[in-house]
Each structure stands twice: as structure tokens, then as C-alpha cells.
């Protein structure tokens, strides 16, 4: 290599000091808020207001972004048609991924049977636990798949923001983008204003990001000491479960889709670590999406494809809640000793591709889906749903988890797919070779 070769290299990237690590400083958090929990749960019960309003902060900017991001990655993509096959490509993705998750969660049921003994009488089970998700439940149920798709259409774009409705945002953005797109040069204004905006709404999101580990502390204070450290005792073994089952479905089921896509999936989580920490301890995939999506972005992959993907998947590829959903179904006809014939089975697992699309934006979302999902199958008894309430808050922190791991590997997949990832650059990010500014 010559001298002047030496000198064009790029320079590795150097360590960030562990003081200055968010990763570290969420750990450290993670610990505090433990700690603090067990020590003084009067407190730490207090201090949910740090993860309120971490979240409140972090929900404040996810529409804007989003409506930037979709939009100028669609007027900038040029060729409408490739637009809509990336579209059409993450929707036949998102329907294998779920279709795999859904059977995954019904096949770890029966072989371990986690609700086998509890012999549970439901008429000892208190419904007034359930009202408010039952209310919910049948407002979603109620106009079946047409209601479904007229709520994906906002009443105005203004009040899709306003409510932070990433599922309606999209849609205008899309709408925008692509009359954006077709107006050609008289639109370029207005395309460098959005990706003016976009700029200066990722400096704020980095901004934002460094509170984490406050809203981290404040998560898990309050969970250990609202519920304590030994809540999960009553149900862990569908909590542990279903963790090992979130496991099993990255690790093997993802991880021969990125080895299919020239990557390590241990590589792409150790890249994610920080995202992924804070999404366990706030239970909330929505905590981190602008961060992936710009690390997605200075990972190799266009633009275009991560502003399409990332937020459809909010909606459409929720692979650990799909895990969830039949494993819940299951769970509560072992454990209120209701049989389940194949047929059952089936509708489970057809009613479950249309109920998931719904999960995101939800209030109490994974208990409202599994009331819509139930009161579609009369045979097992919708009470049951009592029996999952006390770890839901456990659960949702791997469903949540599970759903980034699984939205963040779509859109590699997908822009693999299309040709619109930059491979050499991603090897050389993941293996710590390249210094990503974010």
C-alpha cells in the first residue's frame, strides 16, 4: 500500500469512553432502578414519572420523523414503481414472518403445556378486571376488516399527527411523497424544506435519547417496586416461555434470514445494544424509532427503504407479539382445561394474521388483541384473560423487544432484496471497522 493509500484509509473508529457509553449509563440505570425498587418501593413507585415523560418526549417527535423520513425518501427515490415493489416486497415478508411466529407460539404451547395443572375455575375469575379491554376489544372487532382499513385513512393529516398515529402518518406521507415525486422540479422547494426538517428533527431525537437512562431508571424502579421482584412467581413459566421462544425465533428464525443476507444477526444486536436495552426497560419499541432508523440508514441501508419499512412494520410485522398471541390462546385453554380441536386451532391462527396488524397504537394493546382474538373463538373463555394480566407488563418488555429485533431485520432483508444495501459498508459497521455518526 502506498503512502497516499495509507493516508486515504479511513482510520478505525475510536473507543467511546464507558462514562460517556449509553449503553453503560443504561445499565448502570437498569441497576439503580432495581436497587431502588427493593430498597424504597414507595419511591420508586414515584419515580414512573421519568419514564412518562421520557416516553412523552420521545412520542412528541416519532410522527414528524417519520412523515419527513417517508417522504423525502420517496420523492428522492425517483422511480415510483420501485417505491411500490419495496412496498409489496415488505408486505409478502411481513406475512411470512408473522404466519412463522404464530405457528412457532402454538407449537411451543402444546410441547411444554405451560398451562397444564392450574386447573383454573372460571367463574371464580373477576370480569370487572376486564371491562375496559373488552370495551376496546369489541370497538376494534366491531367493523371486522373494513373498519380496520378505514382507520388506516386519517380524518385530516393534521389530527393524525396530533394523535402520533404512525399507521395513519404513513399513509399521508405516502400520499405526499408520491404527489411530491410526480410534480417534479415545482416540488423541489418544498423537498428541501422536509429534508431540512428531517435534519434538525434527528439532532433533536439525539438530543432526546441522552435522557434514556432516566427514563430507564424510573421503568424499572417502578416495576420492582409496584410488583416486586418476585411477581412472576404465579405464571413464570409462560413468562419464561415466551422469552425463550422470542430467543429461539431471533436467534434461529431471523438469524438464518441475515445469514441468507451476508450478516451476523449476534453482530446487528451487539449494533443495536443500546436501543434494544432501553426498549426492555421501557417496554416500548416506539422509545427508539428514529435512533434505528438512522442507524439503519448509516449502516448501508437507503434511505427510501428504512423510511417505508421501519414504520409499516410498526403495524404489519409485530413478530414477538404474533409469538405471544397463540401462545397466550393456548396458555389459557390448558389452563382452564378447555380442549382445542384442530379446526380451533386453525381459526386461531387465521383470526390472528388480521387481529395483529392492529396492535400498534393500542391502549393495553397485547390484552385488547387477545380479547378481539377470543371472542372470535367461543370455545375457550375470554375471562381466561385474567390469568395474564399480572405479568403483562414482564411480557410486553421481550414482546417489545422481539418486534425491533424483528422490524430492524425486515428492512436489511428487504433492502438486500432490492439491492439497496450497501454490503461492504455494513460489514465494516458491524464489525466495529467504521465509526457511525449519529
Known amino acids: 500500500m502506498t503512502t497516499a493509500e495509507v493516508a486515504a484509509a479511513p482510520l478505525p473508529a475510536k473507543p467511546t469512553p464507558l462514562y460517556k457509553s449509553l449503553f453503560a449509563q443504561v445499565l448502570v440505570a437498569l441497576v439503580a432502578g432495581i436497587i431502588i425498587g427493593m430498597a424504597w418501593p414507595d419511591v420508586a413507585i414515584g419515580l414512573k414519572v421519568l419514564s412518562d415523560g421520557f416516553l412523552k418526549l420521545i412520542s412528541m417527535i416519532v410522527a414528524p420523523i417519520v412523515f419527513c423520513v417517508v417522504v423525502h425518501g420517496i420523492a428522492g427515490a425517483g422511480d415510483l414503481r420501485k417505491v411500490g415493489r419495496v412496498g409489496v416486497k415488505a408486505l409478502v415478508y411481513f406475512e411470512v414472518m408473522t404466519t412463522l411466529a404464530l405457528a412457532l407460539g402454538i407449537v411451543l404451547a402444546y410441547l411444554f403445556g405451560p398451562g397444564h395443572g392450574m386447573n383454573i375455575d372460571t ?61 417534479g422540479d415545482k416540488g423541489a422547494p418544498v423537498g428541501k424544506v ?19 437512562p432516566l427514563g430507564v431508571l424510573g421503568a424499572v424502579a417502578y416495576t420492582v417496586g409496584r410488583y416486586g421482584v418476585g411477581s412472576l412467581k404465579q405464571l413464570v413459566s409462560l413468562v419464561v416461555l415466551f422469552y425463550a421462544a422470542v430467543l429461539v425465533f431471533v436467534l434461529v428464525v431471523l438469524g438464518a434470514v441475515m445469514r ?22 421501557t417496554a416500548s419499541s416506539d422509545a427508539v424509532l428514529p435512533q434505528v432508523m438512522r442507524k439503519l440508514e448509516r449502516m448501508g441501508v437507503k434511505e427510501s427503504v428504512v423510511g417505508l419499512v421501519v414504520p409499516t412494520g410498526y403495524s404489519f410485522n409485530l ?49 385488547v388483541i387477545l380479547a378481539a382474538t377470543l371472542s372470535a373463538v367461543p370455545s375457550i373463555p375470554a375471562i381466561g384473560l385474567v390469568l395474564v394480566l399480572s405479568v403483562d407488563w414482564f411480557i410486553g418488555m421481550a414482546r417489545a423487544v422481539g418486534n425491533l429485533i424483528g422490524n430492524c431485520v425486515a428492512t436489511v432483508v428487504i433492502a438486500a432484496w432490492e439491492n ?11 464489525n466495529g471497522e467504521a465509526a457511525v455518526d449519529l
Open 123 to 183: 367463574a371464580a375469575l373477576d370480569p370487572k378486571a376486564l371491562a375496559s379491554y373488552a370495551d376496546n376489544a369489541h370497538k376494534l372487532q366491531g367493523g371486522g376488516i373494513g373498519a380496520f382499513i378505514l382507520n388506516i385513512i386519517p380524518s385530516t393529516s393534521f389530527d393524525a399527527l396530533a394523535r402520533n398515529d404512525v399507521l395513519q402518518v404513513l399513509f399521508f406521507a405516502v400520499l405526499f411523497g408520491v404527489s411530491l415525486s410526480l410534480v
Open 194 to 212: 422536509i429534508e431540512a426538517a428531517a435534519t434538525v428533527l434527528f439532532k433533536a431525537m439525539s438530543l432526546i435519547v441522552r435522557l434514556a
Open 260 to 281: 441468507l443476507a451476508g450478516l451476523s444477526i449476534f453482530k446487528f444486536l451487539a449494533y443495536l445494544r443500546e436501543e434494544l436495552t432501553i426498549v426492555l426497560a
Open 319 to 367: 413478530d414477538a407479539f404474533s409469538i405471544y398471541l397463540t401462545l397466550a390462546v393456548v396458555f389459557i385453554a390448558q389452563a382452564t382445561n378447555t380442549p382445542l380441536s384442530v379446526g380451533d386451532l386453525l381459526l386461531v391462527l387465521a383470526i390472528s394474521l388480521v387481529t395483529s396488524k392492529g396492535a400498534h397504537g393500542v391502549p393495553g394493546s397485547a390484552i
Open 420 to 430: 439497496d444495501l450497501d454490503r461492504d459498508k455494513a460489514v465494516r459497521v458491524l
